[in-house]
């Protein structure tokens, strides 16, 4: 099996294949924009027609592979210093540099131009398409992107739940956040299928689930609705935009203390 020998370049000190390094020779008059300042030599060695590590005797089928696998299995913590060019507009703003404001006024009259001529297309989804999308949410509903926080030592996820955690610990009321894999609400949907749900708080003291909703997704509605006739004996109160506004502004106990 044939394998491809290389020559590293004294001018930019790439690794060329040899079949190919005169030509590039002829043009490479100078380092290139970006270049690494590791040797990727120490990663790998050519054994039985294969690329393998130099640390675990790993065979790769390619030299890239190989490298990449070195650096992140082995040397996962080491920085790679990269010597580029900075751009030319860094630092700058349309306040300090009159080059960085025309370019913004170009392009801001470019655009106005485009929506009054109508080429201007902004991508709409259909009615059908985001009924689709929504539905999908619903059923695979892991939290989004939402960020995670740490509140009184738990974590917490999105700022809606912050929030409100943030109440209870304000105002002494004992919480815990229920985890996903082990506090498991198992129902059975519609479609004859075996789901999980698992609530946002549980409060101990007055035995209450809670439910944050900031936005219904597809069936969400219905999935609660399944959920709460499941379990009859269980209290869960659900929170939307009005009931969490009302706990910002101190009036928890009308939405939840009193429904104990």
Not at 220 to 238: G, L, W
Request: charged letters at 30%.
């Amino acid at each position: 099996m044939y394998k491809k020998s290389y020559i590293i370049c004294e001018k930019c000190g790439r690794e060329i294949v040899s079949s190919r390094f005169k030509a590039h020779q002829k043009v490479c008059p100078r380092p290139p924009k970006k270049v690494l300042l590791l040797d990727t030599r120490i990663a790998w060695v050519l054994r039985d027609n294969q690329f393998a590590c130099t640390k675990c005797n790993q065979s790769f089928e390619t030299r890239n592979g190989c490298i990449t696998h070195y650096w992140a299995r082995h040397e996962p913590n080491r920085k790679i210093k990269v010597r580029t060019k900075p751009a030319w507009n860094k630092g700058l703003t349309k306040e300090n540099d009159d080059r960085v404001r025309k370019n913004g006024v170009s392009g801001s009259k470019s655009a106005q131009q485009r929506i009054k001529n109508g080429t201007y297309k902004t991508c709409k989804h259909s009615e059908k398409t985001k009924k689709k999308l929504s539905i999908q949410k619903s059923l695979h509903n892991s939290g989004g992107r939402c960020k995670w926080y740490k509140v009184a030592g738990q974590s917490i996820q999105g700022t809606w739940e912050r929030d409100i955690a943030i109440v209870f610990e304000r105002e002494n009321i004992k919480w815990k956040k229920p985890l996903k894999k082990k506090d498991v609400w198992s129902y059975i949907n519609d479609e004859g299928k075996t789901k999980s749900y698992t609530p946002d708080f549980y409060l101990p003291d007055y035995d209450l689930f809670l439910e944050i909703k900031g936005y219904w997704w597809g069936n969400d509605k219905r999935k609660m609705e399944i959920v709460q006739a499941t379990y009859p004996e269980r209290k869960i109160i659900i929170i939307e935009k009005v009931q969490y506004q009302a706990i910002l502004d101190g009036n928890i106990s009308n939405i939840i203390l009193d429904r104990k």
